[in-house]
């Protein structure tokens, strides 16, 4: 295995680092796929090269990688109850979880108003900053600030905390009067 290793660890790091900007996410990957790879070879087929199979392997831990990325800077942005459920649901035994609150976060984002949604996707999906997308806008600073606060309220006032799963660890009622304004909590 190790001559396996050697044979294809500099194209396979290549190969994820053009996908991959962070050198040490890179390197954490290539190992990890590098174990995957050992773990699963005695089921390679040997239907296409090594290589391509590597990079098989790559392209969805890769993918597993920007999904696990994105729904934390979604949760932990959108309201820091999510921290506990999304700690749960990004253990590999959660991937159902995972996927059942990724869904539950796109109908509610369908629910908001175009402009909320709109807002809250550059912000948290496409990772653009304040300044970026009041220049994108064509509002200012403080609008878009404004906008980003009203949008995180009507999203929380629009999660279904009771349709979520019921294997759920932590769930906790938003707290909003019934104006949309945050009431003080008990922590």
């Not at 921290?83 to 253990?91: K, V």
């Not at 539950?104 to 999906?125: D, F, S, V």
Request: hydrophobic letters at 35%; one cysteine or more.
């Amino acid at each position: 295995m190790l001559a396996f290793y050697r044979k294809y660890y500099f194209s396979l790091k290549k190969f994820v680092s053009r996908r991959i900007d962070d050198d040490g996410v890179v390197d954490e990957l290539v190992n990890d796929i590098f174990f995957a790879a050992f773990v699963s070879y005695s089921s390679f087929k040997h239907q296409s090269s090594e290589f391509s199979w590597l990079c098989s392997i790559a392209k969805h831990k890769i993918i597993d990688y920007y999904r696990k990325k994105k729904l934390k800077t979604i949760l932990f942005s959108l309201n820091p109850v999510f921290e506990n459920i999304a700690s749960e649901s990004l253990t590999p035994e959660r991937d159902c979880l995972k996927n059942e609150l990724k869904t539950e976060i796109k109908k509610t984002l369908a629910k908001l108003n175009k402009g909320y949604h709109q807002i809250l996707r550059l912000k948290y999906i496409d990772g653009k900053k304040v300044k970026e997308i009041a220049h994108f806008l064509k509002i200012s600073v403080k609008a878009v600030e404004s906008r980003l606060i009203r949008a995180k309220r009507q999203f929380a006032a629009n999660w279904n905390y009771e349709n979520s799963s019921p294997s759920l660890p932590y769930r906790r009622q938003a707290n909003l009067s019934s104006s949309g304004k945050h009431l003080p909590s008990d922590r």
